[in-house]
């Protein structure tokens, strides 16, 4: 009797049978990687490889109930496909995110929120889900519970921000939202860096951007947030809050009182801030103004390089209505009216105050004063410095002040 060895036929049989059981392994490889790697971007793919693949049926059903208006037909085709794709995955969200839309579409409100809960359940990353719930706690009136989706939105899914921002945003102008909008900022979630940046821009009510900054605690040691505080400020300036705009601008300094002075850092032996309410110098090759230091005294050097003159300091002020002098002590500022540099005093809204040269001085100085009248209606006032249209000039000032009378 042969043996198997020595059967040609048995020998041949079992090399069929190792490469047919091979091709099978490779086939059933080839079709489980596909159905975990492509299911997602291409269901139908995954579908031809392996047609018993949970997950691509369940993707297959979300797209097929994610149409605009998807037919009785797509809704009933998808609810098969999502509960195959259960019957082999009873975790799958997809699937049970897909049966919740279904029954929502059939306006069967009781059923899709018992499948959209049971889908956060599952997980919170999924976005449909989140906007359902959002949408759902929106009829309800139940604005933490929406807010709360909307963070748990964002925070999980990196295309989120682009549908609910400016929603968000939107939602910051109302009075009775923002206390809970300003709850879920208080943590500063992952995207309140997105939001505040889109909120700057579109909010309409800049009192709220100025609750949303606080909330978040901008700190002036990050020059991302100083930026932002800068913003806050200005939009704030713009919408003529100035006494807020101030009080906003001592808490992030930290100062001892919100009370604005009449002139901050008159001696300019403060450090540099680009805040309106600090000093803003130029510093450019044919203008410039900087501090610099005289011995023990700082001073503010005003140059210039050029023919054309123009501002070189600012400071905005918030003076009540009412009389006021300013004074100070300036050289080198030349003798004639054409060469000496500008004092200029006016409102945000654009009237004039004060316009006067400086007095003509040598280098060891002359004091100055200057007496102007805030009407009314001028809640902040600028303090410019503005130098002549000379070729040259180096001139310094120093120990303003501005005192009521």
């Known amino acids: ?17 190792v490469a047919i059981g091979a091709a099978l392994l490779v086939y059933l490889s080839i079709s489980i990687t596909l159905t975990l790697t492509v299911a997602k971007p291409k269901p139908e793919v995954a579908l ?21 208006e998807p037919s009785a037909s797509d809704l009933d085709q998808a609810s098969g496909l999502a509960e195959a794709a ?5 975790l799958s969200v997809d699937a049970v995110n897909a049966l919740a839309l279904v029954a929502a579409h059939k306006e069967d409100e009781a059923g899709a929120a018992r499948l959209f809960r049971a889908s956060e359940f599952l997980s919170r990353r999924h976005l449909p889900t989140q906007i359902w719930l959002i949408e759902e706690a929106v009829r309800r009136n139940d604005i933490p519970s929406a807010l709360s989706h909307y963070d748990r ?56 951007l100025l609750a949303i900054g ?43 009182s919100t009370q604005a002075a009449a002139l901050r850092d008159g001696d300019f032996s403060g450090d540099r801030s680009p805040l309106p309410f ?76 004060i316009r006067r040269p400086l007095p003509a001085a040598n280098e060891k100085g002359s004091a100055f004063e200057m007496r102007f009248e805030v009407p009314r209606n001028c809640g902040g006032q600028w303090l410019r410095i503005i130098l ?10 120093d120990s303003l002040q501005i005192t009521g009378g």
């Open 278 to 353: 600090d000093w803003w110098f130029r510093d450019d090759y044919e203008l410039s103004a900087g501090k610099e230091v005289f011995g023990d005294d700082p001073r503010l050097v005003l140059r210039s390089n050029a023919s054309g003159g123009g501002e070189v300091a600012r400071q905005l002020l918030i003076l009540a209505p009412g009389r006021y002098t300013l004074k100070g002590v300036a050289g080198s500022t030349g003798a004639g009216v054409m060469e000496q540099p500008m004092i200029q005093v006016d409102c945000v809204e654009g009237a004039e105050l």
């Open 388 to 397: 002549a249209p000379t070729e040259r000039s180096q001139a310094w000032i």
């Open 48 to 68: 031809n490889w392996w047609p018993w693949g949970g997950l691509p049926k369940a993707m297959v059903a979300n797209r097929l109930v994610l149409k605009q």
């Open 153 to 208: 939105a964002l925070r999980t899914s990196k295309s989120a921000a682009d549908y609910l921002l400016p929603t968000l945003v939107a939602a910051a102008d109302d009075p009775q939202i923002l206390p809970a909008l300003n709850t879920i900022l208080a943590p500063r979630p992952d995207w309140w860096r997105q939001f505040l940046a889109l909120a700057i821009k579109d909010v309409r009510d800049s009192r709220a």
């Open 86 to 90: 259960l019957a082999r995955d009873p």
């Open 214 to 256: 606080r909330t978040l605690r901008l700190a002036m040691s990050d020059e991302a947030e100083t930026n932002f505080v800068q913003q806050i400020i200005r939009r704030l300036i713009a919408d003529r809050h100035y006494q807020s705009a101030y009080a906003y601008y001592a808490d992030t300094k930290r100062l001892e």
């Open 1 to 17: 009797m042969l043996s198997t060895s020595d059967n040609p036929l048995l020998r041949t049989l079992r090399l069929v049978g």
